[in-house]
């Protein structure tokens, strides 16, 4: 919730002198006492900020207090120019009222920093942007550069305005500021050559001096010792808390942002350091045979480093210090100077110099921030102007200053005081009048046309013949005498004759803020402003550009020998228009004050204040305020601004504006006696009064801006609402479509699920009912198979018996030998001969079928073996069979034989060419041709001989040579006889009688034994006209050795050489063959 304070708020003392209780002086000046010991050194009184000056910082300028300020209502916060500032920035901006900040007080009140805390403030709050921020920074910045040169120490103030300042700061429509226009009133240019003790002259000479380079310094012809130049004064040169070299740096670096060009700068310099120049030139009297004595220059060194630096030709500007032309009627009449008129040429020329090098300045600055568009601009004008003062020696500047001070009390005057009683009056409002100073009456005294005393300084001035200051003085005397703010020991008034307080040549004027005392010396000339022609002609003549410029009237081309305005009908004359000016803006008042006159924080000397308060009018001021009504307005604007807080009244009032803002008051129930209504305007007594319509209009706005933001967001609302509706709508079509979809689905799914398992569980029932019924068929059909069996048993037990047993009997032996032949089926072994293998039997009484068909496999295997033979190889088989048949288990070099093939030609007989003839001498097919060792009878040897045997005979034949050695027919061949052993030794016998039985019979040796004997055997057989051959197996047989038998023993051992079969003859009957033992 925002925090809602007020003036009232924690308040110390009275914030708002008008609710002070009760009301007196001494009450008054207790209350600014009381916060200014508190470090409140503003106080209200209404609208208008008194300003206690504090002489110390205090923390209540920072950005955070400027926020605080910013868009308060006046009376909101505690009293603070800031307020006051807002309150005219606003107004300005939102009401189109063209402002000015009027702020007043003596010298070393505070006026300058006051109105540069609302300068700040108002360029703080305003618009932002570079173009705006720059002119701000002009805008501020042209300050600095002013007060160097148009400030300067007094006794009242170490940084006292000797010159009036007035600018207007122009903004556009939006508040944003556009430039600013200065005017600047009667720089006290006498400073320049003299100052009163304890003070200084201008700043920007003590600022040059200390703060710029040396090179610069050089450059200027200027040394850094302050004593060394007479127009400084050396009292108080150093001032403490300023800082001359640093502001020196802070005036270059304005000087820049404001817009000066390095070259304008420089001019200023060189300009400043001619014045300073200017000052050290001195004259000696020389005389002249006229008896006169004429000026001459003393040292012209300082004249010619000022020639120098203006660009002046150095005897030029001589002989215009020690001459004086005086042009009349067309004749030029050139006197001599003495040396006080050569002093008084000098110092005017300096005064002159330094004044227009400040007006140039003031026109170069406005030439920066002068508004660039010529749109319509509103205009907040800030008044600093320099205080009513009073010295000790009051000359013709402090008369000038005053009166400007006295003319703006009469504005204040004018507008507060009495224009707020007339104001009253005119709008037929009851009211008593209250006394106040109305200080027109000295205004008139200096101001009047016909009498006033500006008016008769012109006339003494103008007028023909020898014015001096006394003269001056005497009219004053005679004139003025009668008025009673004037004051003279001369006047006719007499009751001054005896007044030693007021010099003869002096006058004194009671002025609004007291009497003051002027001396007359000095008036007439200060008035006059002369510059000797001879001067301004040499400065025009200057080689430098500023210069020239700043001496327009020195240009030979326009003499004029009208005399100029006076300085006095100059100022009345910008003063008059200023106050016309301030006459068509909105005022807003600082009335400055200043606590004491040590420049002290924290001393409050209450005469001090009580005579400021007193001259200021500040009592006047609360009571007329208190009298009367805080606030006023017409009623069209009134009614405008408040029509929203009555039901009547908004948004429409329809009848005259005075009816509605009656209603509106009575509507509000404000107290009647807060309230007057005036002809045209309404009259609201209490600041609180104004306060609640304001927050409540306040409230109001914020209700209609909710009204119109609910309005507006309803309305947006509602089209976003609409489109949402809208979108909604097609969503919730599709999202419906979408949902019903999903949903026909899943019931359909789901009904599927149910169909499904309905059926399944149907389908199980009638499965159930069919099994059981089927159950129920087979029970009945077992039951009746039972019962009928049953039956038959019962009726066939008789028979059944006898022949169960055989019946059971074969159904087993049935299953047994079913069981058994099934089993033989999957263990059948190999269809190979050899394979022995043959499953277990598993009965007992199935041994012989068990062995029959073992049998039968075996046959039925060896045919199908047998079945797969060529005829050759039968007939090898029949061979082997016939061989088994012969030796099998007879000789036991028959087992070695089984596996040799019986190829029958081992030499190759047909091939070879050696047996050629061997082979053609057998008539049929060989059988069998092999070598084997033929025993000698006599000792038992072998000898290699071929053995051929076809079916007709067997051949005997030289292994080498193939010759035949014996040739034996078949039929002659009896028997043979072979061993039991493993020899190969046979024995071939012949048939008795026959023709090869002449040589004896053969003892062969062959280890291919078996094939032999078997072939010769089966030749026999094969032929059916011979006798089969008669093989005899034994180991001991009779060989028929032509006539001897011989006995061949076989017997068993071992031969003496290696393990062959050994033959030996043992005697003629005995021939042993020894085979080595198996
Ligand atoms: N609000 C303030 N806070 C702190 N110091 C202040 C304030 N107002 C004034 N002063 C001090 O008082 C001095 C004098 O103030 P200022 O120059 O504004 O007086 P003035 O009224 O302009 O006098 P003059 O008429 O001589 O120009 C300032 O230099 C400053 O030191
Ligand atoms: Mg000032």
Partial sequence: MEVKTSLLDNMIGVGDMVLIEPLSEDTFIENLKKRFDHNEIYTYIGSVVISMNPYKSLPIYTAEKVEEYRNRNFYELSPHIYALADEAYRSLRDQDKDQCILITGESGAGKTEASKFVMSYVAAVCGKGQEVNKVKEQLLQSNPVLEAFGNAKTVRNDNSSRFGKYMDVEFDFKGDPLGGVISNYLLEKSRVVKQPRGERNFHIFYQLLSGASDDTLKKLKLDRDFSKYNYLSLDSATVNGLDDAASFRTVRNAMQIVGFMEDEVQSVLELVAAVLKLGNIEFKPESR??????????????????????????????????????????????????????????????????????SWLVNRINESIKAQTKTSKKVMGVLDIYGFEIFEDNSFEQFIINYCNEK??????????????????????????????????????????????????????????????????????????????????????????????????????????????????????????????????????ANHSLIKILFPEGNPAKVNLKRPPTA????????????????????????????????????????????????????????VRRAGYAFRQAYEPCLERYKMLCKQTWPHWKGPAREGVEVLLKNLQVPA???????????????????????????????????????????????????????????????????QQKKYQNIRSSALVVQSFIRGWKARKLLRELKHKKRCEEAVTTISAYWHGTQVRREYRKFFRANAGKKIYDFTIQRIMQKYFMGLKKTMPSMSPVDKSWPARPYGFLDRTH???????????????????????????????????????????????????????????????????????????????????????????????IFLLTKKSLVLADQKTGQVKASVPLLDLSSVS?????????????????????????????????????????????????????????????????????????????????????????????????????
Avoid at 686 to 715: S, V
Avoid at 852 to 861: C, Y
Avoid at 1029 to 1042: G, P
Wanted: glycine share 4%; charged share 30%; net charge positive.
């Fill in 851 to 945: 062995q029959e068909l073992r049998r039968i496999f075996h046959l039925w295997r060896c045919k199908k073996y047998r079945s797969q033979f060529t005829e050759e190889k039968k007939a090898t088989y029949e061979e082997k069979l016939a061989a088994s048949e012969l030796f099998k288990d007879k000789k036991a070099l028959y087992p070695s034989s089984v596996g040799q093939p019986f190829k029958g030609d081992y030499v190759e007989i047909t091939k070879n060419p050696k047996y050629q003839k061997l082979n053609s001498l057998a008539e049929d097919k060989v059988l069998l041709a092999d070598v084997v060792s033929k025993i000698n009878r006599a000792n038992g040897k072998g000898a290699p001989r």
């Fill in 408 to 541: 703006l009390q009469q504005i204040f005057i004018e507008l507060t005081l009495r224009e707020e009683q007339e104001e009253y009056v005119r709008e037929g409002i009851e009211w008593t009048n209250i006394e106040y100073f109305n200080n027109a009456i000295i205004c008139d005294l200096i101001e009047n046309n016909k009498n006033g005393i500006l008016a008769m300084l012109d006339e003494e001035c103008l007028r023909p013949g020898t014015v001096t200051d006394e003269t001056f003085l005497d009219k004053l005397n005679t004139v003025c005498a009668e008025h009673q703010h004037f004051e003279s020991r001369q006047s006719k008034n007499s009751k001054f004759l005896t007044d030693h307080s007021l010099p003869h040549n002096c006058f004194r004027i009671q002025h609004y803020a007291g009497k003051v005392l002027y001396r007359v010396e000095g008036f007439v000339d200060k008035n006059n402003d002369l510059l000797y022609r001879d001067l301004s002609q040499a400065m025009y003549k």
């Fill in 289 to 358: 045979c006229n008896g006169f004595d004429e000026s001459r220059i003393k040292d012209k060194n300082d004249l010619k480093e000022m020639c120098e630096l203006l660009g002046i030709e150095q005897s030029v500007l001589e002989r215009a210090f020690s001459f004086r032309t005086v042009e009349a009627k067309m004749e030029k009449v050139s006197t001599t100077l003495n040396v006080a008129q050569a002093y008084y040429a000098r110092d005017a020329l300096a005064k002159n110099l330094y004044s227009r090098l400040f």
């Fill in 673 to 739: 006696e807060e309230f007057a209504y005036g002809r045209s305007k309404i009259f609201i007594r209490n600041p609180r009064t104004l306060f609640f319509l304001e927050e409540k209009r306040r409230q109001c706005l914020e209700d209609l801006a909710t009204l119109i933001q609910k309005i507006y967001r309803g309305w947006k609302c509602r089209i976003h609402f609409l489109l949402l509706k809208k979108s909604q709508v097609v969503v919730a079509a599709w999202y419906r479509r979408f949902a």
């Fill in 978 to 1078: 072979v061993s039991t052993q493993s020899d190969g030794f046979f024995a071939l016998k012949l048939k008795e009688g026959s023709t090869s039985a002449a040589k004896g019979d053969f003892l062969l040796s062959s280890d291919r034994l078996i094939e032999i004997i078997t072939k010769l055997h089966r030749i026999g057989a094969a032929s059916a006209d011979r006798n089969q051959i008669n093989i005899d197996i034994s180991d001991e047989f009779l060989v028929q050795f032509k006539q001897d038998k011989v006995c061949v023993k076989f017997i068993q051992g071992t031969p003496k050489n290696g393990n062959g079969v050994a033959c030996k003859r043992k005697n003629n009957r005995l021939l042993e063959v020894s085979v080595p033992s198996p």
């Fill in 568 to 623: 006095g009908f100059q100022f009345r004359a910008s003063v008059g228009t200023l106050m016309k000016n301030l006459l068509t803006k909105n005022p807003n008042y600082i009335r400055c004050v200043k606590p004491n006159d040590k420049k002290a924080a924290h001393i409050f000397t209450d005469s001090l204040v009580c005579h400021q308060v007193r001259y200021l009018g500040l009592m006047e001021n609360v009571r």
